[in-house]
């Protein structure tokens, strides 16, 4: 009997192993991100964000922001400062969702700045802006952007067809957005868009 | 041992329920991540990539199973549905209090769909059913209870932490994220517990429900146990005389298989099947408690409440037909005449694999390997 357990367990533990993360994947947080790139004159950009949040998950924000949670009144500056503190900060530590891939692979970020929240219909929406730690020049090489979630508790869509839309820059630049088939969320359920930004 | 033997998972559950109520709370953030700074936390995220610390990007998971094409588009389809619904179910809430009935019955209705859908990505509870199912001796019936009560119980744990937590004891948002979080781990462990009482079960040669199918051994069970039984077979004479409720009418033998069924639903079977789906729906899930909170403050909780029962029913159904396919599998790969000893192999593996699933997954909570949250 024991032998048979034993003869048995090598192949489950294996199994074991391979579904466990499949237990924690389902998206419950809807956001909508519209990213806009200013390219600066050397070359290099900033990411000026926008997102919002669906009505349930903004309520709930609100409702640890104020005892009762008004959605109509307006964001205080100490409202936001508070907010910034309690769910944007965290962020820092998965880079804020975001992920930008030049040559030499993915780019990390100086912490956002210029964080704004401000609420409409309901919905609750952040502002602020990314910066890459070490400045790029976006007229070297071609580079890849897109925000996801990996865990997929959070589902971030793009406004817009592409996950980018160019806001300012000094050079010629086209958008070629993709399904990005090299990052399957949930287990392939989901690849998420990616836009090509080329400049010249 | 004993006392494990003589009652299953119910002291060990009052024990876990126990230690989620004094576990610390606010693991994860609004968001599902671990929170606050800790370095040494920073080069393990929840899907257990390597990340350096300060503002770095999100490695891709490593991705080691994948879903084949025809059925991962499908899957696909579906998240862009449940999307779509969640739309419209936090717009519908959101305007509920003016909408009357016909909103209601709107939310209801969509609440449900999202259940369904929502259901049918990859999660813990089909895992622990589906393995159940696929290796396990069982009757359809029992398929269907135990994915509606593990479903309810998911329904009234959101319900239950809501009402209590936020209600009443007015705790954040995020702490209540967390509490949810600490279930979370309860589950696993009442989970492998599980697994380890079917293995205990079958190692003393019973069924994963506790029930003597050696042949020729006295009081049977209630189960009927072959796996393909032909209409018209003739069953051994005890197949209905249920082991711990003598039967004086024992003659309603000969009564088919439906008009002894509720016999079958008491005592053993009853009590794993309650067990089982408990310990699966102890979790709640984490898109019902957002919504619960959002009617709370919206003042149209009743309707939250209605809107996470539906939602329970939707994931009811889905789960059934999972596990009802997963039977079904199960009778087919064994319909080519082979014996009990494979029978009691693949129980053997099912209940095995259940037990190292909750296993693993609560030593990866516990050591701060995964984040806990809702599911």
């Given at each position: 009997?024991?032998?048979?357990?034993?003869?048995?367990?090598?192949?489950?533990?294996?199994?074991?192993?391979?579904?466990?993360?499949?237990?924690?994947?389902?998206?419950?947080?809807w956001?909508?991100?519209?990213?806009?790139?200013?390219?600066?004159?050397?070359?290099?950009?900033?990411?000026?964000?926008?997102?919002?949040?669906?009505?349930?998950?903004?309520?709930?924000?609100?409702?640890?922001?104020?005892?009762?949670?008004?959605?109509?009144?307006?964001?205080?500056?100490?409202?936001?400062?508070?907010?910034?503190?309690?769910?944007f900060?965290n962020?820092?530590?998965?880079?804020?969702?975001?992920?930008?891939?030049?040559?030499?692979?993915?780019?990390?970020?100086?912490?956002?700045?210029?964080?704004?929240?401000?609420?409409?219909?309901?919905?609750?929406?952040?502002?602020?802006?990314?910066?890459?730690?070490?400045?790029?020049?976006?007229?070297?090489?071609p580079?890849?952007?897109?925000?996801?979630?990996?865990t997929?508790?959070?589902?971030?869509?793009?406004?817009?067809?592409?996950?980018?839309?160019?806001?300012?820059?000094?050079?010629?630049?086209?958008?070629?957005?993709?399904?990005?088939?090299?990052?399957?969320?949930?287990?392939?359920?989901?690849?998420?868009?990616?836009?090509?930004?080329?400049?010249? | 041992?004993?006392?494990?033997s003589?009652?299953?998972?119910?002291?060990?559950c009052?024990?876990?329920?126990?230690?989620?109520?004094?576990?610390?709370?606010?693991?994860?953030?609004?968001?599902?991540?671990?929170?606050?700074?800790?370095?040494?936390?920073?080069?393990?995220?929840?899907?257990?990539?390597?990340?350096?610390?300060?503002?770095?990007?999100?490695?891709?998971?490593?991705?080691?199973?994948?879903?084949?094409?025809?059925?991962?588009?499908?899957?696909?389809?579906?998240?862009?549905?449940?999307?779509?619904?969640?739309?419209?179910?936090?717009?519908?809430?959101?305007?509920?209090?003016?909408?009357?009935?016909?909103?209601?019955?709107?939310?209801?209705?969509?609440?449900?769909?999202?259940?369904?859908?929502?259901?049918?990505?990859?999660?813990?509870?089909?895992?622990?059913?589906?393995?159940?199912?696929?290796?396990?001796?069982?009757?359809?019936?029992?398929?269907?209870?135990?994915?509606?009560?593990?479903?309810l119980?998911?329904?009234?744990?959101?319900?239950?932490?809501?009402?209590?937590?936020?209600?009443?004891?007015?705790?954040?948002?995020?702490d209540?994220?967390?509490?949810?979080?600490?279930?979370?781990?309860v589950?696993?462990?009442?989970?492998?517990?599980?697994g380890?009482?079917?293995?205990?079960?079958l190692?003393?040669?019973?069924?994963?429900?506790?029930?003597?199918?050696?042949?020729?051994?006295?009081?049977?069970?209630?189960?009927?146990?072959?796996l393909?039984?032909?209409?018209?077979?003739?069953?051994?004479?005890?197949?209905?005389?249920?082991?711990?409720?003598?039967?004086?009418?024992?003659?309603?033998?000969?009564?088919?298989?439906?008009?002894?069924?509720?016999?079958?639903?008491?005592?053993?079977?009853?009590?794993?099947?309650?067990?089982?789906?408990?310990?699966?729906?102890?979790?709640?899930?984490?898109?019902?408690?957002?919504?619960?909170?959002?009617?709370?403050?919206?003042?149209?909780?009743?309707?939250?409440?209605?809107?996470?029962?539906?939602?329970?029913?939707?994931?009811?159904?889905?789960?059934?037909?999972?596990?009802?396919?997963?039977?079904?599998?199960?009778?087919?790969?064994?319909?080519?005449?082979?014996?009990?000893?494979?029978?009691?192999?693949?129980a053997?593996?099912?209940?095995?694999?259940?037990?190292?699933?909750?296993?693993?997954?609560?030593?990866?909570?516990?050591?701060?390997?995964?984040?806990?949250?809702?599911?």
């Amino acid at each position: 009997m024991l032998a048979r357990i034993m003869h048995n367990s090598l192949p489950i533990l294996l199994f074991t192993l391979l579904t466990a993360p499949l237990a924690r994947a389902h998206p419950h947080v809807w956001a909508v991100y519209q990213t806009d790139v200013v390219i600066g004159a050397d070359g290099n950009f900033k990411l000026h964000e926008a997102w919002t949040f669906d009505e349930a998950f903004s309520s709930m924000l609100l409702g640890d922001l104020r005892p009762k949670a008004d959605i109509k009144k307006p964001l205080s500056s100490k409202e936001q400062a508070r907010l910034k503190v309690i769910a944007f900060d965290n962020l820092a530590r998965y880079g804020y969702f975001n992920v930008v891939r030049g040559p030499r692979g993915p780019l990390k970020f100086k912490p956002a700045s210029g964080f704004a929240a401000r609420l409409e219909k309901g919905k609750l929406s952040y502002t602020f802006v990314l910066e890459p730690a070490d400045p790029q020049d976006v007229r070297k090489a071609p580079l890849d952007f897109g925000i996801w979630d990996e865990t997929f508790y959070i589902a971030m869509q793009a406004a817009g067809d592409d996950t980018i839309a160019i806001r300012q820059s000094p050079f010629k630049c086209t958008l070629a957005t993709r399904e990005d088939k090299g990052t399957p969320l949930l287990y392939g359920m989901v690849f998420p868009p990616v836009t090509r930004l080329t400049c010249r | 041992m004993q006392f494990i033997s003589s009652h299953p998972l119910r002291g060990i559950c009052g024990l876990l329920l126990c230690l989620a109520c004094i576990a610390t709370a606010g693991a994860a953030d609004y968001f599902g991540r671990e929170d606050g700074p800790s370095p040494a936390a920073v080069t393990a995220s929840a899907t257990g990539q390597q990340q350096a610390p300060g503002a770095a990007h999100p490695v891709e998971p490593p991705s080691a199973v994948s879903i084949p094409e025809p059925l991962r588009s499908a899957l696909a389809a579906t998240i862009r549905w449940q999307s779509a619904l969640n739309r419209e179910i936090r717009h519908a809430l959101a305007r509920q209090p003016d909408a009357g009935w016909g909103g209601s019955g709107l939310i209801v209705l969509l609440s449900f769909a999202y259940g369904v859908l929502h259901a049918l990505g990859p999660g813990h509870g089909k895992v622990v059913i589906g393995s159940y199912f696929l290796t396990q001796r069982a009757r359809i019936s029992h398929g269907l209870m135990m994915s509606g009560w593990a479903a309810l119980v998911q329904a009234l744990s959101a319900i239950a932490l809501v009402s209590v937590l936020a209600g009443v004891l007015k705790i954040s948002a995020h702490d209540l994220l967390g509490h949810a979080g600490t279930l979370e781990a309860v589950s696993y462990l009442a989970i492998a517990l599980y697994g380890a009482v079917i293995l205990r079960r079958l190692g003393k040669g019973l069924d994963s429900c506790g029930h003597d199918h050696r042949a020729g051994t006295r009081p049977a069970h209630a189960l009927v146990p072959p796996l393909r039984r032909k209409p018209g077979a003739r069953l051994p004479a005890n197949t209905f005389n249920t082991s711990n409720r003598p039967n004086p009418s024992s003659v309603r033998y000969a009564l088919p298989q439906a008009v002894a069924a509720p016999a079958s639903i008491a005592g053993a079977t009853g009590s794993t099947l309650f067990w089982a789906g408990a310990s699966v729906g102890l979790r709640p899930c984490a898109g019902a408690i957002i919504v619960l909170l959002f009617c709370l403050a919206n003042g149209n909780y009743g309707i939250g409440i209605i809107a996470t029962l539906a939602m329970g029913a939707g994931v009811a159904l889905t789960v059934s037909a999972i596990s009802l396919g997963m039977l079904g599998m199960q009778r087919t790969l064994l319909r080519g005449g082979r014996g009990k000893r494979v029978q009691r192999g693949i129980a053997f593996a099912g209940a095995l694999l259940i037990m190292l699933f909750g296993l693993l997954q609560a030593v990866l909570l516990l050591s701060g390997t995964i984040t806990p949250v809702a599911a």
